[in-house]
């Protein structure tokens, strides 16, 4: 009966005090991005790792998929669609060769991420964004949003993997 | 002074609920790597991440790096030796060329993680690990330690970045 109260206790007090810390999932500061009015969401660099992967070609760069609490859950769980509050954030880097790296194994072989280049958020609103699959869609390079035209282009590129609730990243066991 | 007292009752229940869960970077379930003696610590997969890497080559993988919260904060502040409890994981996957974005791309551009390869573990203990620059090694596959053997190579390895306490990857902004 103790433990039951003191956990009583605990629960009512954590909630208290997430409720005094910033939101992780909430919007942030900062200019919103166009079309969607999304911006930064706080604590986004903190969230869970969906997977990873490469671009060659004009992107040339080292990605990371990373998701919030409802995001990750969703993943895990395998369910579509992603639930409203759902938040995906793609973190890009430049592709760099790191000679560090080649010199242990003697040969060029190893590519990191080097400096950030832009990040993008797909958030989940099914009311708010009706009209384009339930998804919200979000670019900005150095804190500042892309502009519309950018943003227009989201959405087409994602319909191809309608399937799966518009998101191409698969979760990476 | 009520939002003190609130707040003081939030931080020790909230103590107590964090004794109450699993310790998320203690040790977890399973056989415990060779030399080191490191089983694969519980909640990883939850650890923030640190950067993400390409190495093309025998090992053909990409890969991210996740810390614990000793290891991401010591990341994060630049600090270095890191301190005794860091844990940092390296995960692995298979290297694939993904032809569903390649389609929206329309050409072959795009690789994402695969399968999972091996997941590698580096435990900062100095006083336990004295021998080998203040870490402990530990490598698996499919939850499986590596042999003595295999093991015996990752110190040499990681000797050439002594003067980041040992540590190559960087975090990625």
Redo the contacts between chains.
């Keep these: 009966m103790r433990r039951t109260v ?2 009583l ?6 909630a ?2 997430l409720a ?1 810390t910033a939101p992780i999932s909430g919007q942030g500061a900062g200019e919103a991005a166009p079309i969607y009015d999304i911006k930064i969401p706080a604590g986004y ?2 969230w ?2 969906i ?7 004009n ?1 040339n760069d ?3 998929q ?1 998701a919030n609490d409802a995001a990750i859950k969703a993943f895990r769980e395998g369910k579509l669609p992603f639930p409203d509050g759902t938040i995906i954030a793609a ?1 890009h ?1 430049d ?1 760099v060769s ?1 000679e ?2 080649n ?3 003697s ?7 080097g ?2 280049k832009n990040i993008q958020f797909m958030v989940k609103d099914s009311t708010k964004y009706a009209g384009t699959g339930g998804w919200g869609f979000a670019d900005f390079t150095a804190g500042k949003p892309a502009d519309e035209a950018a943003h227009k282009t989201c959405f087409p ?1 994602h319909e ?2 309608k399937a799966r609730d518009f998101v ?3 979760y ?2």
Tied chains: 1, 2.
């Design positions: 003191f956990l206790v605990a629960i009512v007090a954590l208290g005090v005094y660099r903190d869970r790792l997977s990873v992967a490469h671009e060659e070609g992107l080292l990605r990371a990373l973190l880097w592709y790191s560090e790296n010199k242990v194994f040969r060029v072989q190893s590519f990191v991420a400096s950030p590129c191809p993997v191409y990243t698969r990476a066991r």
